[in-house]
């Protein structure tokens, strides 16, 4: 069993300032990469950042120079800086990971997803 858990939601005024956090649990060989996305009330599911194994990131051109991803490998945690918020950054935000759990005596690559965690941002 693999486990994601975010945190660091909430609720913050225009050019504010969160940072969420996603542990990853269980049964982990190797985390390929892990990713925030967010999902906004009548909108599809993007991608907002990524942080592959090597290290290398990727943001989505709405949010580049604003947040910032980073991870913890030790602790198999991924973090999002969001600055300089606006209210079109409001939405849900979901923890990914792409990564390889055992399963019994042997290994299987996939994507897992957090539960979401709401950020909202007022004008």
């Known amino acids: 069993q693999v486990r994601l858990v975010e945190s660091g939601g909430g609720s913050v005024q225009a050019g504010g300032s969160l940072r969420l956090s996603c542990a990853a649990s269980g049964s982990i060989f190797r985390i390929n990469a892990m990713g925030w996305y967010r999902q906004a009330p009548g909108k599809e599911r993007e991608l907002v950042a990524i942080?592959?194994?090597?290290?290398?990131?990727n943001y989505a051109d709405s949010v580049k120079g604003r947040f910032t991803i980073s991870r913890d490998n030790a602790k198999n945690t991924v973090f999002l800086q969001m600055n300089s918020l606006t209210p079109e950054d409001t939405a849900v935000y979901y923890c990914?990971?792409?990564?390889?759990?055992?399963?019994?005596?042997?290994?299987?690559?996939?994507?897992?997803w957090g539960q979401g965690t709401q950020v909202t941002v007022s004008s």
């Open positions: 990914n990971a792409d990564l390889t759990a055992y399963v019994g005596d042997d290994v299987n690559r996939r994507d897992f």
């Open positions: 942080i592959i194994s090597g290290g290398s990131t």
